[in-house]
């Protein structure tokens, strides 16, 4: 079956209509050499130098109108779809354009002469069919080819079909060296795919980025509702009052949890959301209170000049605070929480502290919050420590800011 495989294989049919489209596309060019030539053969000595100059001439034509942008589309466009998926590099230099056009040109060139046979070989089997019963195999008025009639000429349209497959095997080697010129002049160079690598590796970073933040703003906002819901359903006839808050309390959770998902969703299909930047220290007061209708007593002491730290400082931080407020109202419960930011001239310090309370077996060890904090810290290049320290549970993390941000 290997040897079989050109004609079998729908590479060789793909690669032949590529071959097509280049003799295609020579028809124009070679109108143009049927012109030039007559028009030449009065300013030379002999037809043969009128026939090479003309040839010149197209040659000419064929690279000048290689170099036009709409053609390096074509040609980068039938390359992927009928030769294979090749990376194409942008087109910024003439040195690109120029390897581009050698591609076209050798296409087109190629191309007609396949394009030639391939239109020869059915005619030549049609011509041999009838010749077995007519006994004439070509003639044009002027000259004629004449053969046995019958069976003494029934070899004449089988050597036409051996052609064919013939030159199937043809277009399958042809195409394959196409494939390969193609991939060393229209593949990107060596700088494009370092640029392209870096382009992914940012846009992997941006998205796992913007997973901490669903994960910490959705995890904020549940573990608030599924305290208050609890309350609500215990105070439901006894305290209307209460259940009202802790509803009130559920809806702005829900409400903001539903904002961050639908700004991240956004950045995740639009690569841009239209929707406010995201929130940093400056709304640590609004944090603090919606944990507050938790049942969590929580106290906040910021010192320092918000406004001067860096955006993606005081976010990043922000996030910390909050998935640290998470943390102790999902495992230590409705327990006092301490907040405390220290804004210096060069470094941010905060920290969160609250104790263990009943839960404290089930204080998480290296979870994705833990893990999120902590790579959010890095990425500052700052650290963070998280663990028991007595009887509490005490986070903090430290960043430099300043210069670094500047």
């Not at 090749?86 to 396949?114: E, K, L, P, Q």
């Not at 004449?156 to 494939?179: I, K, Q």
Request: charged share 15%.
């Amino acid at each position: 079956m290997r040897v079989l495989r050109p004609v079998l294989s729908g590479v060789t049919y793909r690669r032949w209509a590529y071959l097509i489209l280049g003799g295609a596309i020579s028809v124009p060019y070679l109108l143009f050499a049927a012109v030039a030539v007559p028009a030449l053969t009065p300013f030379v000595t002999s037809g043969g130098w009128a026939s090479a100059l003309g040839a010149g001439a197209t040659v000419v034509v064929l690279g000048a109108t290689s170099l036009l942008p709409a053609v390096r589309v074509l040609e980068v466009a039938a390359v992927r779809e009928l030769l294979g998926e090749v990376a194409a590099g942008a087109a910024v230099s003439w040195w690109v354009r120029v390897r581009c056009s050698v591609v076209f040109v050798v296409h087109v060139g190629v191309g007609a002469v396949v394009s030639a046979v391939t239109l020869a070989v059915p005619v030549g089997f049609g011509f041999a069919v009838g010749a077995v019963f007519s006994g004439e195999l070509v003639d044009n008025g002027t000259h004629s080819v004449t053969v046995p009639k019958g069976w003494a000429s029934a070899w004449l349209p089988a050597v036409f079909v051996v052609a064919f497959v013939l030159l199937s095997y043809v277009v399958w080697g042809v195409g394959g060296l196409l494939r390969r010129l193609a991939a060393a002049l229209l593949g990107m160079s060596a700088a494009e795919r370092i640029a392209q690598l870096e382009r992914r590796a940012e846009q992997l970073a941006e998205r796992t980025r913007l997973a901490r933040e669903l994960h910490d703003s959705v995890g904020h906002a549940l573990s608030v509702v599924t305290v208050q819901a609890g309350a609500a359903r215990r105070t439901l006839r006894s305290d209307p009052g209460f259940t009202e808050q802790a509803l009130t309390a559920i809806e702005e959770s829900a409400r903001t949890a539903l904002g961050d998902l639908d700004h991240v969703l956004g950045l995740l299909r639009d690569g841009a959301s239209a929707r406010n930047p995201q929130p940093g220290l400056a709304e640590l007061g609004a944090l603090v209170e919606a944990t507050r209708l938790a049942g969590a007593a929580v106290s906040a002491d910021v010192r320092g000049e918000v406004g001067a730290v860096p955006a993606v400082v005081s976010r990043e931080v922000y996030r910390i605070v909050q998935e640290c407020l998470t943390n102790a109202v999902r495992y230590a419960g409705k327990v006092p929480v301490t907040v405390a930011v220290s804004i210096g001239p060069g470094e941010l310090c905060a920290k969160v502290v609250n104790p263990l309370g009943p839960a404290r077996a089930s204080r998480p060890r290296g979870g994705r919050g833990l893990r999120g904090m902590a790579e959010r810290a890095e990425l500052l290049g700052g650290k963070l420590s998280a663990g028991p320290a007595g009887d509490r549970w005490e986070v903090v993390v430290t960043v430099p800011w300043g210069q670094r941000w500047t």
